[in-house]
């Protein structure tokens, strides 16, 4: 009997924990000043469903200066592969040019509790690099 509780404490301490993936895919000049950026989640390792998904984020330019702060929402993202990616866009003058995204806060709703997915560690950053795209032969 010690030995099964000693092989299941292990088998807790060990589960690794399932985070959500979020990178900026693209941003866009909307026009009249305004610019549209879109940001991708993936939940590919989440059991069960997250809802309610919210993203607060500060943004800065890349000499510090503080530019303003966005919120994303995705209303239900894991649980299945349908529902294991899911996106997000944002428009503003502030989102035109290069930016750096700081997550302050991030939350969802879990079996009907409020979940902090930065205290959990269960939100991180991809970094994406988009591929070449070359048109005609090479």
């Not at 998904?53 to 510090?64: F, H, I, K, Q, W």
Request: with cysteine; aromatic share 6%; hydrophobic share 40%.
């Amino acid at each position: 009997m010690k030995a099964l509780l000693k092989v299941f404490l292990l088998l807790i301490s060990t589960q690794a924990t399932h985070a959500i993936e979020v990178w900026h895919t693209e941003t866009v000049w909307a026009g009249m000043g305004q610019c549209s950026a879109h940001f991708s989640f993936d939940g590919g390792g989440l059991d069960d469903a997250l809802h309610d998904l919210r993203v607060e984020a500060t943004l800065t330019d890349e000499s510090g200066a503080a530019r303003g702060e966005i919120e994303l929402h995705v209303d239900e993202i894991g649980g299945s592969s349908v529902a294991r990616y899911a996106s997000d866009i944002v428009e503003g003058e502030e989102l035109c040019g290069y930016l750096i995204l700081t997550v302050t806060s991030a939350t969802a709703q879990a079996d009907g509790k409020t979940v902090d997915l930065l205290a959990t560690r269960q939100l991180r950053a991809r970094e994406f690099r988009p591929n070449s795209i070359r048109i005609g032969a090479p």
